[in-house]
């Protein structure tokens, strides 16, 4: 079967489908970045202190450490497509409560759940994206997915902004609460989104999965070829056992730490990005702290397209590896020059965000690509947990670092961080290009240009949902 999936055509059924999955990651960077646009009549209105804001920040990110590793083990148990429903509604919930929040452990108990939320969508559409897409096409639709979380923070800057303007400071509860919408309309569009046939074979309903490939790819496909062999059936039950041992704990390992390391300077600096600019002498205010900072993370969207092309011309590797090297760059560069002109300083996190495009586009990737279906969203969640820490640490540290250590020793942390990412790459990262999902780790990858085709007949266009 997974010949059939990996060798088919591209269609209206795969476009609808990414687009129904970026709903996740589209709107996790709506809902941590308009927090930041919040914060601004937040703070007065309900008195908050700088370790507060901190808390506010982090309080999403812990709630995807937990919801990442807990949904995607769930996801592997029960499936993806009961999943992929009900964590929108959970996120629906949490914006609409936001409104009324009056107090810091109200709104960081909201965040902490809408974290969970958001960090069980990452395994669940991931994972179901990664199992119905032909391989030709997997690399650049998965870290497409990165690119919709640009999106959303771009979004939530200009939303806040418009608020502010029109309504004032006081509006912070209608900007939390404005995800709804966005929440609301990814529930419309993923009406419909069929189960993953790799995981009903998984799971022994080997009838329903050939059913769901014929309606959906319009191939037909013999049963017995859906079978999963006898060591599939074996590692269903492993579940996040699986994940720390031969050949899977090093991948583990590579595939959180990588993006841990990515993710702890770039949460910080997107969260409090007018901070980090003002500690520049850049003047702040209101057009700096929601235009200003949207037009970062716009730059951090940009760099996702070259990376886009180059992951799939290149290879993962190479991407992944020079990107954590230029990326470092111009963090020391800040570092050992805290007294740059505005203008060094706003070009060199500029070039950071653009070069982050290389691991961005594949923290989704590499983890789907990396492991079998019975353990594939498990990999995912506890990837995004493990990187949450990082995130976490780096948003709830940033503020105060930069009040107790200053701009040169906090830059120089965040470039630490950095070279570390690299290091992980170099010692870790894998050539997963062209592979046939689902191959046996152990005994290889097939590379799906290299793989046998697998017999299969056209299923008439009347025939197809």
């Known amino acids: 079967m997974s010949q059939t999936i990996d060798n088919a055509p591209y269609t209206a059924f795969h476009r609808r489908l990414a687009l129904a999955c970026s709903g996740g990651p589209l709107l996790d960077g709506y809902i941590l970045s308009i927090v930041g646009v919040a914060l601004i009549g937040m703070r007065p209105d309900l008195g908050l202190s700088t370790a507060q804001v901190s808390l506010i920040g982090a309080a999403a990110l812990v709630g995807m450490f937990v919801g990442g590793a807990l949904f995607g083990v769930l996801t592997d148990k029960i499936g993806r497509e009961v999943m992929y429903t009900a964590d929108l509604l959970v996120m629906v919930a949490c914006s609409v409560l936001s409104f009324w929040v009056d107090s810091v452990w ?3 108990v909201l965040r902490f759940v809408l974290g969970m939320a958001v960090a069980a969508d990452y395994p669940i559409a ?8 032909p391989a030709k096409h997997r690399g650049r639709l998965l870290g497409q997915q990165i690119v919709a979380w640009y999106a959303g923070s771009v979004l939530a800057y200009v ?9 004032g400071p006081g509006s912070w509860r209608w900007m939390l609460a404005s995800s709804t919408v966005l929440c609301v309309v990814f529930l419309v569009i993923r009406r419909g989104s069929p189960e993953s046939p790799r995981w009903l074979a998984a799971n022994g309903r080997v009838g329903d999965a050939v059913r769901v490939v ?14 999963p062999d006898p ?8 579940g996040l056992r699986l994940l720390m041992t031969p050949p899977y704990r090093r991948r583990t390992l590579f595939c959180g730490l990588f993006f841990l390391c990515q993710v702890g300077p770039l949460f910080a600096m997107l969260t409090f990005g007018p901070q980090i600019l003002s500690s520049f002498g850049i003047p702040g205010g209101t057009v700096m702290e929601t235009l200003g900072t949207g037009l970062i993370s716009l730059v951090f969207l940009l760099g996702c397209y070259p990376a886009l092309r180059l992951v799939d011309t290149r290879g993962r590797r190479p991407v992944i590896i020079w990107s954590f090297a230029l990326m470092t760059v111009p963090l020391a560069l800040l570092g050992v020059w805290p007294t740059a002109p505005a203008a060094v300083a706003l070009t060199a996190l500029c070039a950071y965000a653009f070069l982050c495009g290389g691991p961005n586009v594949l923290d989704w990737t590499y983890p789907n690509e990396l492991f079998p279906t019975e353990i594939r969203a498990t990999a995912v969640g506890v990837a995004t947990s493990v990187s949450r820490i990082g995130a976490a640490v780096g948003t709830y540290l940033l503020p105060l670092s930069l009040t107790g250590l200053g701009t040169g020793p906090t830059m120089l942390i965040a470039a630490g961080t950095t070279a570390l990412g690299l290091l992980v790459c170099v010692l870790w990262a894998e050539e997963t290009r062209g592979t046939a999902l689902g191959a046996a780790p152990a005994a290889g990858r097939t590379s799906a240009a290299e793989a046998p085709a697998v017999p299969a007949r056209r299923v008439p266009q009347t025939a197809r949902g």
Request: proline content about 0%; aromatic content about 8%; overall charge neutral.
């Open 106 to 108: 109200a709104i960081a």
């Open 126 to 133: 991931t994972s179901l994206l990664a199992e119905w897409l």
């Open 159 to 167: 939303v806040g902004y418009l608020f502010l303007e029109l309504a």
């Open 214 to 227: 014929e309606k959906h790819l319009g191939v037909r496909v013999d049963g017995r070829e859906l079978m």
């Open 231 to 238: 060591a599939e059936r074996a590692r269903r039950s492993s």
